[in-house]
């Protein structure tokens, strides 16, 4: 697998895990985890519209490489 990491991949896979677990622990352990799916949510939207993503630039910070969206 010789595929170059980005940002926009990785936060792709960091959202994904999280949405996932969430949605894990909503089912399994509390209703109230829902909250912690509608603040990704609304990350990802805002995040759509203004460009501005706290993951991606911590992301670039640890010298992952930038991609076409961050």
Known sequence: MNEKITVDRMLLRIVGILILSVTLLTWLHSIYWLWALAFIGANLFQSSITGFCPLAI?????????????
């Open 58 to 70: 911590i992301l670039k910070k640890i010298g992952i490489k930038s991609g076409q969206a961050f």
